[in-house]
C-alpha cells in the first residue's frame, strides 16, 4: 500500500507527546468501538496528515502499520483524500507530501538559510525514496487499480451515443462513487480466486447505492456502509434515484447477497476469496422507466460497448487473478467466455449460475437450485476448477452428478451410489472432470497412477456405515472392498481420465451387484 509504505520511510527518518484523533478525518473511521479504543488506534496511522499539527519528534513513538487491516487501509486512503495527497484512484500527489514535510522539518531545524535549504533536501530525498516503492502491489494498489480501471471504463461508455429507446443513462458510479469507493476500498484489497460477474445495474440496487445487487438493507447492515448518493445528471421520474433511503428491495441482490450472508455469516468470510463486480457499470432506461439491457443495444453501439467492458473486463481478471469467473446469467457468463477466449494466460475457468432475478423462469426457489451443487459436490475451490470451460449448473448439474463415485465415498451411501449410471469411456468432458477429481481427492496421483489402497480403505468405511459398524459388519466390509478392487485394478486406458473411467465404472457395477445382493 502506497500510504503505508511512505509512512515507513517517514518513520525511518524522524526518531512525548501522544497524538489524538484529526476531527477532519473522523468520519473516515468505519470500524466501531468506544472512542478511547477507535482513538488508540487510529491516531498512530496520522503520520502524513498529522505532519502539519505535530512536531516530527513525536512520530519515532509509534511502530509500523500492517498491510492487510482493511479498516486502516479505508481510513487512510479517505483521510489522505481529505488532505489532497491522493488526489483520485491509484495517484498519490508526491509534491503535496514533500512541501508537507518540507514545511515540518524546518519547524524542526528553524527557518534559517541553511535550515530551510537542508529542508528542501531532505524532504525530497525522503519522497523520492518512496516513489521508488511506490509501484509494490499492496492492498490500497488493487482496490484504487480496480477503482480506476471502473472510473476509465465510466468515461468510455459515456462517449457512446445511445439511440432509441434509450431515454435515460445512469451512471452509479458517478453519482453514487462514495459508496462505490467505499465498498471497493474495504472489501478489495487482495487477489480474489473467485469473481462474480453481473451484467449492469439493477433500478433498485447498484442504481441506487453503487454496489454490484447492491440491496439497500444488505449494504447497510451487513456491508455497514451508509455513504451519500447524489443524483444522476438527467433523471427518469419513474425510476427516482433515493440513495440508501430508496425502501424498495432489489429481489436479485436480496437473494445473491442473502445466500452468501447464510453461509459465510460475516463478509470478510466472502472476501476473502471472492469480489462481485458488473461487466456494464451503467443502467439504461426507456421512456417510463422499462429498462434497457446490454443484450438490447444493437449495431455499432452495441460492438464498442463490448469493445471496451471487455477490455476492463479482462484487466479486472489480471488484476485480481481470479482463477474462476462466475457468470450470473447468460450474458455475463458469454462475456467472459468470450473474452478469455481470445487471452487467457491465467487459465481461468468460466461457470455459469442461473440469474437471481425474479424475472427468469422457474428460480422462485433460486437459493436451493443454485447451490445444490455445494452439497452435491461438496465442492471446494480446487473442485469447481475441475469442471470444463462453460459449464452450466443450471443444466449439466444432473449430468456431471452421476460421474462421481469414489469422491462420494465419505457423504454418500453405498445405496445411494447404486443409482449412479456407467458412462461412456470416449467422452473427453467427463473424463479430464472425474480425472481432476480424483487427483483434488487423491485417488489418482498426478502421474496418472490409480491409488487403489486409499479407495480400498474409503469403499470398506462406507460398506461399514451401511452394515453397521460391529466388528464382523467391518471384518465383512474389508473382505467385500478388498474383493472389488482387486476386480477392478488394472484395466488399461491411454489417457488418465479413460483409466478413471474404466475403474470408476468397474467399482460401480460391483456396488450394483453387491446391494442386490444385500436385499435377498
Known amino acids: 500500500m502506497k500510504t503505508l509504505l511512505l509512512i515507513s520511510v517517514l518513520l525511518l527518518h524522524v526518531s512525548c507527546q501522544k497524538m489524538t484523533l484529526d476531527p477532519r478525518t473522523e468520519h473516515c473511521i468505519q470500524e466501531r468501538g468506544t472512542i478511547e479504543q477507535i482513538s488508540e488506534k487510529y491516531a498512530p496511522l496520522q503520520i502524513v496528515t498529522g505532519l502539519s499539527r505535530y512536531r516530527l519528534s513525536i512520530f519515532g513513538n509509534y511502530r509500523l502499520t500492517p498491510l492487510d487491516n482493511a479498516f486502516y487501509n479505508t481510513f487512510l486512503t479517505c483521510s489522505w483524500v481529505e488532505y489532497g495527497y491522493l488526489t483520485k484512484p491509484g495517484e498519490v500527489n508526491f509534491n503535496n507530501i514533500e512541501e508537507s514535510l518540507k514545511k515540518a522539518l524546518i519547524r524542526e531545524v528553524g527557518e534559517t538559510g541553511p535550515g530551510i535549504n537542508l529542508s528542501k533536501i531532505q524532504a525530497k530525498q525522503i519522497v523520492d525514496q518512496f516513489k521508488s516503492h511506490s509501484t509494490v502491489t499492496s492492498p490500497t494498489n488493487i482496490s484504487e487499480t480496480f477503482l480506476k480501471l471502473e472510473l476509465d471504463l465510466n468515461e468510455l461508455l459515456k462517449q457512446l451515443n445511445f439511440k ?8 452509479p458510479l458517478d453519482y453514487a462513487f462514495k459508496p462505490h469507493a ?3 476500498r474495504k472489501y478489495c484489497t487482495s487477489p480474489k480466486k473467485l469473481l462474480f ?12 447505492t453503487g454496489i454490484p445487487f447492491g440491496e439497500v438493507n444488505i449494504v447497510t447492515d451487513w456491508f455497514n456502509i451508509n455513504e451519500e448518493v447524489l443524483k444522476p445528471e438527467k433523471e427518469c421520474p419513474e425510476r427516482k434515484v433515493l440513495g440508501l433511503d430508496c425502501s424498495r428491495s432489489e429481489i436479485s441482490g436480496q437473494r445473491i447477497w442473502g445466500l452468501f450472508k447464510n453461509i459465510c455469516t460475516i463478509p470478510e468470510n466472502f472476501f476473502k476469496n471472492a469480489y462481485m463486480y458488473n461487466y456494464c457499470p451503467i443502467a439504461m432506461m426507456k421512456n417510463g422507466g422499462l429498462n434497457v439491457t446490454p443484450t438490447e443495444i444493437k449495431g455499432e453501439t452495441q460492438r464498442k460497448l463490448e469493445e471496451i467492458c471487455d477490455k476492463t473486463l479482462y484487466e479486472i481478471i489480471q488484476l485480481l487473478q481470479a482463477e474462476i469467473v462466475v457468470g450470473v446469467g447468460k ?8 473474452v478469455l477466449k481470445k487471452n487467457n494466460p491465467l487459465n481461468t475457468k468460466v461457470l455459469y449460475l442461473l440469474h437471481p432475478s425474479p424475472r427468469v423462469a422457474n428460480n422462485q426457489n433460486w437459493a436451493c437450485i443454485t447451490f445444490v451443487y455445494s452439497d452435491v459436490t461438496h465442492l471446494t475451490l480446487e473442485d469447481a476448477k475441475c469442471f470444463p470451460i462453460g459449464f452450466n449448473f443450471d443444466y449439466e448439474e444432473q449430468e456431471f452428478v452421476h460421474l462421481l463415485v469414489i469422491p462420494y465415498l465419505d457423504i454418500k451411501s453405498i445405496e445411494e451410489l447404486s443409482h449412479l ?4 469411456i470416449d467422452n473427453g468432458r467427463y473424463n479430464e472432470f472425474l480425472s481432476c477429481m480424483w487427483k483434488n481427492k487423491m485417488f489418482q496421483l498426478y502421474n496418472g497412477l490409480i491409488d487403489y489402497q486409499k479407495i480400498e480403505k474409503t469403499l470398506s468405511a ?4 451401511d452394515v453397521g459398524d460391529t466388528g464382523p459388519g467391518i471384518h465383512l466390509s474389508k473382505i467385500e472392498a478388498a474383493r472389488i478392487v482387486n476386480v477392478c485394478r488394472d484395466l488399461g486406458g491411454y ?18 451387484h453387491f446391494v442386490r445382493k444385500s436385499k435377498k
Open 164 to 171: 432509441q429507446p434509450v431515454e435515460y443513462v445512469y451512471h
Open 495 to 512: 489417457t488418465h481420465g479413460q483409466k478413471v473411467v474404466l475403474v470408476r465404472n468397474c467399482i460401480l457395477k460391483q456396488i450394483k
Open 182 to 184: 467505499a465498498f471497493t
Open 421 to 424: 449410471r456407467i458412462v461412456p
Open 462 to 465: 462406507s460398506m461399514g456405515r
Open 197 to 208: 460477474l453481473g451484467m449492469n445495474p439493477g433500478p433498485w440496487g447498484m442504481c441506487q
Open 331 to 338: 450474458f455475463a457468463e458469454t462475456r467472459a467466455l468470450q
